[in-house]
């Protein structure tokens, strides 16, 4: 089981970003997948999920309506969209599937 985050990076307030999550060894449509971010000194949390229908799941309260979950199980990627970013989403971002499997990470820095 692997999955690794992509499309991090720099970008002013109000710009948009959208991050990737790759997975490999395993049937994606089969499952559920969270996106969770960790600001230095901050604990991990979630932000969104994105379930096997597509739906958006679990939504943080501080992202809603301005973060949307897709994916594409042909293609084995899920992805977060990110738009009118602002400085306190700056974290390094994280999808993670059930079972304890996690990627890298992609940083995403918001700043002017």
């Known amino acids: 089981v692997r999955l690794v985050e992509s499309g991090g990076g720099l970008v002013q307030p109000g710009g948009s970003l959208r991050l990737s999550c790759e997975t490999s060894?395993?049937?994606?449509?089969?499952?559920?997948i969270n996106w969770y971010r960790q600001a230095p000194g901050k604990e991990r949390e979630l932000v969104a999920s994105v379930g096997r229908s597509g739906e958006d799941l679990n939504v943080a309260n501080s992202v809603k309506g301005r973060f949307t979950t897709s994916r594409e199980d042909d293609w084995n990627t899920v992805y977060l969209q990110m738009n009118n970013l602002k400085p306190e989403d700056t974290a390094v971002y994280y999808c993670?599937?059930?079972?304890?499997?996690w990627g890298p990470g992609t940083q995403v820095t918001v700043s002017s």
């Open positions: 993670d599937r059930v079972g304890g499997y």
């Open positions: 060894g395993f049937t994606l449509s089969l499952y559920t």
